[in-house]
């Protein structure tokens, strides 16, 4: 027997049924007892007008038993116990002990768990990120963007697992490091650049050493910084000798690092992490790995609410993948196409 259930967006899934029809402006964007997919999925995310939809759900079926999704401020408290609980596991398994080592796998299924609501977690590392714990609150985010980049990418639930080992251990080595370069807010010294290039390195021969490890998760930790075109480190290789999941743990760290304020070069607001992301799928990071993740994640922020930097409140209506950070909004007054407002950007976002 089946049931109607109100689902919001992020809790559709593919090959779900829908109970209702949806019109907008006269165009059917949903017509009632269609299945599912993951492209019309996407284009409901793409239109800010349309935040729950109606589903028939067997009564037996799981997802019948529908959790209910967090906001971003409820999962920022969750994660925020993550980070904590990650320290103590860290600390717990620096001696190798392998029943120890079991406490990673129960660690990686509460984060998964929390994973549901994919919407949420980007807009929280995009709005919170690791600002002020550049190790443990940073591998917590790392791993949830891997493990949400690594299903839009189609990865199986093997490689799935092997991803989130990885991600989860590929900042161990910065444990072991002078906590004056972990938490420099200036630039690092030639030296101090040069001590903190060597993370991956530790991490790797930490990982190295558990038994029965499988090499594609220490290799992947090793090479989590190279680059495409040889600019990275440790080992400064190129393109397909960098393993996949390097790729996309690469993607994921950049998201955390630039929404955390703790890039390199000066941002002027959240989108502008996805923007960087962009430049460096030209030539460091995986183009196509770089498209799946921009194209996913610009519809979580259809119709979410804005600050420019004149402090007017606007709804973003409308992201152009080709002038990320410059998107159409709509305000009190109408809409403003910021591509055409040179002195007014994205300063900050408000999300509940």
């Known amino acids: 027997m089946?049931?109607?259930?109100?689902?919001?967006?992020?809790?559709?899934?593919?090959?779900?049924?829908?109970?209702?029809?949806i019109k907008l402006e006269g165009q059917t964007l949903l017509s009632k007892g269609f299945i599912i997919t993951e492209p019309i999925i996407n284009k409901l995310k793409g239109n800010y007008i349309i935040g729950k939809v109606s589903v028939l759900l067997d009564e037996d079926s799981d997802e019948a038993v529908i959790f209910k999704e967090k906001t971003v401020k409820e999962l920022e408290t969750t994660f925020t116990e993550f980070s904590s609980n990650l320290e103590n596991i860290f600390d717990n398994i620096s001696s190798l002990e392998v029943p120890k080592i079991a406490e990673v796998k129960n660690f990686l299924e509460k984060i998964q768990e929390e994973l549901k609501?994919?919407?949420v977690v980007v807009k929280n590392i995009m709005l919170y990120g690791s600002t002020n714990d550049p190790i443990y609150r940073h591998t917590v985010n790392v791993?949830?963007?891997?493990?949400?980049?690594?299903?839009?990418?189609?990865?199986?639930?093997?490689?799935?697992a092997l991803l989130t080992y990885a991600a989860i251990f590929h900042d161990?080595?910065?444990?072991r490091m002078d906590k004056d370069i972990l938490n420099n807010e200036g630039t690092l010294t030639p030296e101090q650049y040069e001590t903190y290039k060597t993370h991956p390195?530790?991490?790797?021969?930490?990982?190295?050493?558990?038994?029965?490890?499988n090499p594609l998760i220490s290799r992947s930790i090793l090479m989590h910084h190279e680059m495409l075109d040889g600019?990275?480190?440790?080992?400064?290789?190129?393109?397909?000798?960098?393993?996949?999941?390097?790729?996309?743990?690469?993607?994921?760290?950049?998201?955390?690092?630039v929404s955390s304020n703790r890039y390199s070069k000066e941002i002027t607001g959240p989108l502008d992490a996805l923007n960087i992301i962009k430049e460096?799928?030209?030539?460091?990071?995986?183009?196509?790995?770089?498209?799946?993740?921009?194209?996913?994640?610009?519809?979580?922020?259809m119709g979410e609410t804005v600050l420019l930097n004149d402090k007017r409140s606007c709804k973003i209506i409308q992201i152009q993948m080709d002038d990320l950070t410059n998107p159409l909004v709509l305000d009190d007054e109408g809409f403003l196409d910021l591509k055409k407002e040179k002195d007014l950007y994205v300063e900050k976002l408000v999300m509940s």
């Open 231 to 257: 600019s990275g480190y440790p080992l400064q290789v190129k393109e397909d000798k960098i393993p996949s999941f390097a790729k996309v743990i690469a993607i994921a760290d950049l998201f955390d690092t």
């Open 143 to 160: 791993t949830a963007i891997s493990f949400i980049l690594g299903k839009w990418l189609g990865f199986d639930v093997q490689d799935l």
């Open 280 to 301: 460096k799928s030209l030539r460091e990071l995986d183009s196509t790995y770089c498209n799946t993740f921009l194209n996913h994640v610009v519809n979580y922020f």
């Open 2 to 21: 089946q049931k109607k259930k109100v689902l919001s967006i992020d809790e559709l899934h593919p090959g779900m049924i829908s109970a209702m029809d």
């Open 201 to 213: 390195t530790i991490s790797y021969h930490f990982i190295e050493q558990i038994p029965c490890i």
């Open 117 to 119: 609501s994919t919407g």
């Open 172 to 175: 161990f080595g910065k444990m």
